[in-house]
């Protein structure tokens, strides 16, 4: 699979790869309390039930697809493209109780291997900073819904206003050094995350976001900017 990735998807890979261990616990704790919470509210956008498949991309330890399970009762398909956060994935799904629920599969947004219209609902979560076309591959990922069916996604945002002069202190300074404290592969994420969110709002502002959305095919799209705009979901309905 490794020769099919593309530079930013291996970068991406080689990142995240130690961290599959202590990733929960400390995006928890760098993110000031808030990533649970911004992915408790992505899940709500999911109307699904116990009848219903979803679709979870980047599903890194598979925290989103337990808590869809958990509130609906859907089944959950994840898939991630890093099989060091598959592992981990497959231990806390176990863990859980949950492996006849949630299927894990190693794959990529941009090519996902499924047929059309396969699912009921699909989420993702920090996945188009990572990719190369986020408009190609929204409409990858919408490709896969039945019409009708749900689409949410969480990332990181530039918080406006007074807030924004706070936020550039945290991920300038604070984010780093703590990710230094806790080892070095944090270390490297606390340096990488700021410019990358930073570099991503700036390409993708919320307006522009949303119409790559409307342009794959996605009706109803809506945004909301969580906890001073540090983060955003964004959900809609496919066409």
């Not at 760098?30 to 679709?55: E, K, T």
């Not at 070095?184 to 570099?199: K, M, Q, T, Y």
């Not at 109803?220 to 964004?234: K, M, P, Q, Y």
Request: proline share 6%.
């Amino acid at each position: 699979m490794a020769e099919a990735l593309s530079a930013r998807n291996l970068h991406a890979r080689r990142l995240f790869a130690p961290l599959g261990a202590t990733y929960d616990r400390y995006s928890r704790l760098l993110s000031l309390g808030q990533d649970p919470r911004w992915r408790r509210f992505l899940v709500s956008r999911i109307p699904a039930g116990p009848q219903d498949a979803v679709l979870d991309v980047a599903t890194g330890t598979g925290a989103v697809a337990i808590e869809l399970v958990r509130r609906t009762g859907c089944s959950v398909v994840g898939l991630d493209q890093s099989p060091d956060m598959l592992a981990e994935a497959r231990k806390r799904v176990a863990a859980a109780g949950l492996a006849d629920r949630i299927t894990l599969v190693e794959g990529r947004a941009e090519r996902l291997p499924f047929d059309d219209e396969a699912f009921d609902g699909l989420s993702f979560t920090y996945l188009l900073r990572y990719v190369d076309d986020p408009a190609a591959t929204l409409r990858e990922l919408a490709r896969v819904v039945r019409p009708g069916g749900s689409l949410s996604s969480l990332e990181f945002a530039v918080p406006t206003g007074l807030a924004r002069a706070a936020w550039e202190l945290y991920v300038r300074a604070g984010l780093p050094l703590a990710g230094r404290a806790v080892s070095p592969g944090w270390h490297e994420v606390g340096r990488f995350l700021g410019p990358s969110i930073r570099r991503f709002a700036a390409d993708y502002p919320p307006e522009r976001l949303l119409a790559l959305w409307r342009d794959a095919g996605i009706e109803d799209v809506r945004a909301r900017r969580l906890s001073l705009g540090g983060g955003l979901v964004v959900w809609g309905r496919r066409a």
